[in-house]
């Protein structure tokens, strides 16, 4: 009976361990790598009145490595290599008839991003805190931001709230600023909150609600724009929802992402559902 | 308001859960990001072709692209 009452005990303790929907330390290293490459449908050239009418051709490189560190800690490191090439549009010209035609930089734009985070998370029994910083820098655009966040888990982690903060400095030096009038340097700002609450709704299912707003400031045009003036400032929320569900039957797991977005500059209602099926071996 | 009785309907159906049947919960496939790279990149290219941006439930830095 002892033995029993051990085994109970051992195999509850094991199971309370198990990740609820925080943050929880890693038990080994991990290290994630992938590359992705697309393109972008060519522009018609009917509607292309100056310039390439030949889009983006990009390849991103990711790298990821999570490790604990002692008993509490953990350290995550990321970096991202971009390259990209092809042609962007500079501007609008209205024809005759009143219809838009593009005009566009010559096929010859080159550039790349390279980009690195770190972060660091400490976790305590039912909550986890986590600090990160992070570079990006490409010729023309260098931009360093920091994350607080915590994770707090509620009703034997069948719950977690989170709540996050980040700020990042953004730093414009526009190429060829002198030959084609652009803005030499300039700077923008952001500000962002955001938090969530995740529900298990029982042993299959589980329900994310999220929340965000953003505030941006500084120069926020597009310097390779022909003529391109918006606002000083700029806000931006958003909610979402993500669901998972597993199907036993079917051994299979349902995603459903839901996000709407909306802004002070008129970009409104942008329902978008990424709905996905994990069929498992 | 279709969102918020959505939430409530599926609220509304909560269990509890034990302990030891939290086993499916736990699957990499039943995490809310099971593959962080492919979110970041998806979240990435949404805030360039969208102008868009947040509400995915954590605290992003951004991509510090333009």
Known sequence: MKHKSTTVAALTGAAMSLPAFSGTQPAESTLSVSFSQYREADIPKDEVVAGSHERYDIEVGKFRLVTPLGADWSLAVDATRETMSGASPWGTLYGATGEPNLIMSGATISDSRTEVALSSTRYTDNASYTLGVARSEEDDYKATSYRIAGEWDRDNKLSTIALGFSYSSDELSPTEAVLFGRVPEASRRSRSISGSWTQVLGKNAVLQSGISLTKKDGYLDDPYKLRDVRPDERTQWAVSLRYRRFYDNRNAALHLDYRYYDDDWGLTHIPLIYPGIKILA | ?66
């Open chain 2, 1 to 66: 308001m279709r969102l918020m009785c959505l939430v409530l309907i599926f609220l509304g159906g909560c269990e509890t859960v034990k302990p030891w049947e939290r086993g499916t919960l736990a699957r990499p496939e039943m995490q809310l990001d099971s593959d962080p790279l492919e979110t970041k990149l998806r979240e990435q290219v949404y805030q360039s072709k969208e102008a868009a941006s947040g509400g995915n439930g954590a605290a992003g830095a951004g991509c510090g692209c333009n």
